[in-house]
Nanobody, 126 residues
Framework: QLQLVESGGGLVQPGGSLRLSCAAS????????IGWFRQAPGKEREGVSC????????YYADSVKGRFTISSDNAENTVYLQMNSLQPEDTAVYFC???????????????????WGQGTQVTVSS
């Protein structure tokens, strides 16, 4: 059974860092694009970053470029999202998702996702 489990969320002060993990089971990441999305209260789910695990092609939303880094560890079957210089506007529930078919940065659109994790809360506050 295909499953994605996020972890690593928490409370952090502005300017701080967190690393989120998305552990996959029941399938091998190599053949998928994995995306990170977030949803703040009252807002639509938005794409943050995605990675084509097979060739390490990455995409980022403009709002996180230069601050967030997505990476994968094939041995661990896990995708990571390193988040630096966090700001209050980064507060949201963060989800990872597996995407079967993606063209270019279409993986940043939530509608392209095929399988979702349960999400992890990230709160940036002083």
């Amino acid at each position: 059974q295909l499953q994605l489990v996020e972890s690593g969320g928490g409370l952090v002060q502005p300017g701080g860092s967190l690393r989120l993990s998305c552990a996959a089971s029941g399938f091998t990441l190599d053949y998928y694009v994995i995306g990170w999305f977030r949803q703040a209260p009252g807002k639509e789910r938005e794409g943050v970053s995605c990675i084509s695990v097979g060739d390490d092609t990455t995409y980022y939303a403009d709002s996180v470029k230069g601050r967030f880094t997505i990476s994968s560890d094939n041995a661990e079957n896990t995708v990571y999202l390193q988040m630096n210089s966090l700001q209050p506007e980064d507060t949201a529930v963060y989800f990872c998702a597996a995407i079967i078919i993606s063209y270019g940065n279409s993986c940043l659109r939530a509608g392209t996702a095929d399988h979702w994790g349960q999400g992890t809360q990230v709160t940036v506050s002083s």
